[in-house]
């Protein structure tokens, strides 16, 4: 139990260990409130009731699972180590060894949610290049009713991968990780079966093919915009010529999912080096930590970045974080005919 409460350098002493617990708290408020607002945003104004609207909102309720059911337990963890002074059972035995584990759910969980993540913001390239690279064709070849299809594949082909380690061999466990804090995969002998190592190979691989693929789709989107810009600067384009070219949201748009695209990389980056680099046998217990947290953290990221590139999304957020506000404060009957006054006026900004 000592080992397991001093091996990675975040619980090394009391201090970093109440740091450590304040960091999770705090991360797993914010990816609530976070991406509960994209959803009250998304969900709740008629303008983001596209396919990119949709895939934006699964790629939130991806992100509030982890807030939900990954960080809480880690937090409980964290917490009853430093009141106990040593570790529940269930902290110290992998999932074949324990009739329930919490690490076999939330294991999975969080996978998962990493996999919809990745395979969401590749459909979001998609959809966004094809805007920008075939503005005709937009309309019909991206519709709601392909893109809502594609999200349930996505969010199914991702939980069938997350779970395959445990469904196509039995040489790979969940536990609670004494060095990532968190729960991860683990191999449930010492010995390294030819079989395991190609699973557990697979999670780095297929994540590295998609977002490999999604970084080649943004470059070539993006590419298109800066010599469609420069012509712009150049050449006066007929009206005839400006039907045939990206509008300047769908831009502005393609350019937000690239900053997606880049954020979710290099969050994820560190994580897939330690999955080959642990495969091989090298533990690098501190390194696990911030690499599994800094990925975490990646859930809190996707509504900065539409609050800070789309003018639209913040307004609207704004109208419903002073809108809650005022709900939540006791007025007169005078002052709540000018709180709904206000809310109108916030309401007719673009």
């Known amino acids: 139990p000592d080992e397991l409460a001093n091996c990675s350098v975040c619980c090394c002493t009391t201090t970093n260990k109440i740091l450590t617990v304040v ?3 705090l991360l797993m408020l914010a ?9 009250a945003v998304v969900f709740g104004t008629k303008h983001f009731h596209t396919p990119q ?13 982890v807030g939900i059911f990954v960080v809480p337990v880690s937090v409980y963890a964290e917490i009853s180590l430093m009141i106990q002074k040593s570790a529940p059972e269930w902290m110290v035995r992998n999932s074949q060894k324990a009739t329930f584990h919490p690490c076999s759910l ?15 913001i590749f459909l979001l390239t998609i959809e966004r290049s094809i805007a920008v690279l075939k503005p005709l064709h937009k309309e019909s070849v991206i519709t709601k009713k392909r893109t809502f299809i594609l999200i349930v594949i996505s969010w199914m082909g991702s939980f069938f991968l997350a779970t395959s380690p445990m469904v196509f061999t039995n ?5 609670y990780n004494p060095c990532s804090r968190m729960c991860n995969y683990a191999l449930g002998s010492t010995d390294l079966p030819s079989q395991a190592w190609n699973i557990l190979l ?26 469609h810009s420069k012509r712009r600067q150049h050449l006066a384009e007929t009206e005839t010529q400006g039907a045939t ?43 696990s930590f911030f690499a599994f947290w800094i990925l975490t953290t990646n859930s809190c990221c996707n509504v900065i970045i539409y609050g800070v590139r789309d003018q639209k999304f913040r307004n609207r957020a704004y109208q419903l974080i002073v809108s809650a506000q005022l709900n939540n404060t006791p007025k007169t009957e005078c ?15 673009p």
Not at 106 to 120: E, H, K, N, Q, R
Not at 202 to 227: E, H, K, M, W, Y
């Open 171 to 175: 040489e790979i466990a969940l536990e």
């Open 106 to 120: 939330i294991g999975p969980v969080f996978a998962g949610c990493t996999l919809v993540s990745i395979t969401t």
């Open 245 to 287: 070219k990206p509008t300047f949201s769908d831009i502005k748009a393609a350019r937000t999912i690239g900053t997606l695209t880049l954020a979710f990389t290099a969050s994820f980056t560190p994580i897939a080096v330690f999955v080959v680099g642990n495969v091989f046998g090298n533990e690098w217990c501190d390194f």
């Open 335 to 349: 002052e709540n005919t000018e709180r709904t006054n206000i809310i109108r006026e916030h309401a007719r900004k």
């Open 202 to 227: 697979l999670f780095p691989a297929f994540d590295f093919t998609l977002l490999g693929s999604t970084l080649v789709i943004n470059i070539i989107s993006l590419t298109t915009i800066r010599q």
């Open 53 to 65: 609207g949709y895939l934006k909102a699964s790629l939130a309720v991806a992100d509030l699972a």
């Open 23 to 25: 960091f999770m708290v």
């Open 31 to 39: 990816i609530l409130f976070g991406n509960a607002l994209t959803l």
